[in-house]
């Protein structure tokens, strides 16, 4: 099956730093999406992003899935963005979505 | 939270014990998902979900079963806990015609 690569394992940033997370996959994807974890054990949805690129406030994703890779981006990081970063892919069309997670990214950002 | 319920949402239980966990839907998808998360390997695909009655093997299905006799409920059964399979146990939907998977608020399973 696909295989999910997460880099940085761990990441400690001072408030307000900027941080690229990066995921490698293995295979062709037509289905590529990034989750926050929370320091209370949420998962929370951040993009559906197989190609292109997307932001939502501080935070943006680019997919190039010719070099099978995503990138998320973090600005002005705060508090509140700790927690494991997880990306997430699929190469299952027509079917039933099934999604190989990476490792995560464990972020702490210090006050 | 896209509707999605688990319980229990902690259990303590003995190795050897039968152990049934719920994942409770309100909104009648038709995919529905089990996931185990465990340090250093991310979530992995127990099993899965697509329609009533109709289910198949995810990545770590050994040990594990599964049911689907209603849409809006999928039940994991551990038949005989092992210290192996403490967890924390996620349940994920799939929003009909969706691309992206939703998850519940999770499990924390401890087998002594």
């Known amino acids: 099956g696909i295989q999910v690569e997460q880099s940085p394992p761990d990441l400690i940033l001072q408030e307000g730093a900027n941080s690229t997370l990066r995921c490698n996959f293995s295979?062709?994807?037509?289905?590529l999406q990034w989750f926050h974890q929370n320091p209370w054990g949420q998962l929370i949805n951040l993009f559906y992003?197989?190609?292109g690129t997307k932001q939502n406030g501080r935070l943006s994703a680019t997919t190039v899935a010719t070099e099978r890779y995503s990138l998320l981006y973090i600005s002005s990081s705060q508090t509140t963005d700790s927690g494991v970063y997880f990306c997430?892919?699929?190469?299952?069309?027509?079917?039933?979505?099934?999604?190989?997670f990476g490792s995560g990214t464990q972020l702490t950002v210090l006050p | 939270d896209a509707g999605i319920t688990q319980s229990p949402r902690h259990k303590v239980t003995e190795t050897g014990t039968p152990v049934t966990l719920r994942c409770h839907q309100t909104?009648?998808?038709?995919?529905m998902y089990w996931y185990r998360q465990d340090p250093g390997h991310g979530l992995r695909l127990i099993h899965y979900?697509?329609?009533?009655?109709?289910?198949d093997k995810g990545e770590v299905s050994d040990g594990y079963s599964v049911s689907r006799s209603k849409t809006e409920d999928f039940l994991l059964t551990l038949e005989s806990a092992t210290s192996s399979q403490t967890s924390v146990y996620f349940c994920?939907?799939?929003?009909?015609?969706?691309?992206?998977?939703?998850f519940g608020p999770g499990t924390r399973l401890l087998v002594l």
């Open positions: 997430a892919a699929s190469i299952s069309s027509g079917s039933a979505r099934q999604l190989t």
């Open positions: 295979d062709s994807v037509n289905n």
């Open positions: 992003i197989p190609s």
């Open positions: 909104e009648n998808h038709r995919y």
């Open positions: 979900s697509y329609g009533v009655k109709d289910t």
């Open positions: 994920a939907i799939l929003p009909t015609g969706g691309e992206t998977q939703y």
